[in-house]
């Protein structure tokens, strides 16, 4: 497995990767474009693949201006083997190495999400208008996270 910065050439497989996911499904999956992901990778944030024998196959994006988590996808065949959990780190890593304001993102209720971000510390704040839960975390939760591992 390897762990990198996403670069403009990966937003197909970026793409493929996140319209493969079997839960939080796009409803069109031309409701997000490459213009979309170029945005919000060299100018509203920052992202990370991972790849294994060259093929993208989870990946997760930050945004700073609204201080989201715009994406984190692992593609289904690759379910259970840590990627999550290691693009969810470095994604918190940098974050929070650019600034202490809470992150949020929302996912979709009863999902295996729901239960990856609680489980990694994520505290519920409320619910979004589309029914997704809205979840934050602080970079004092973080800190402290990171802490007792």
Known sequence: MIFREAEIKDFHAMHVVRVAVQENILPDPNMIS???YEEFLMHRGKG???EIEDAI??????DLRD??????????EFD???????????????????TDTPIWLG???NTRAEKFYRKAGWKETGQRP????RFELSAGDWIRIMEER
């Open 34 to 36: 490459a213009k979309d």
């Open 80 to 98: 259970g083997k840590g990627i999550g959990k290691r693009l969810h780190d470095e994604m918190l890593e940098w974050y929070f190495a650019q």
């Open 130 to 133: 589309n029914g997704e839960i």
């Open 67 to 76: 201080n989201n988590v715009w994406a984190l996808f692992v593609h289904p």
């Open 107 to 109: 996912t979709s209720p």
């Open 57 to 62: 196959v989870g990946f997760a994006i930050v």
């Open 48 to 50: 990370w693949v991972c």
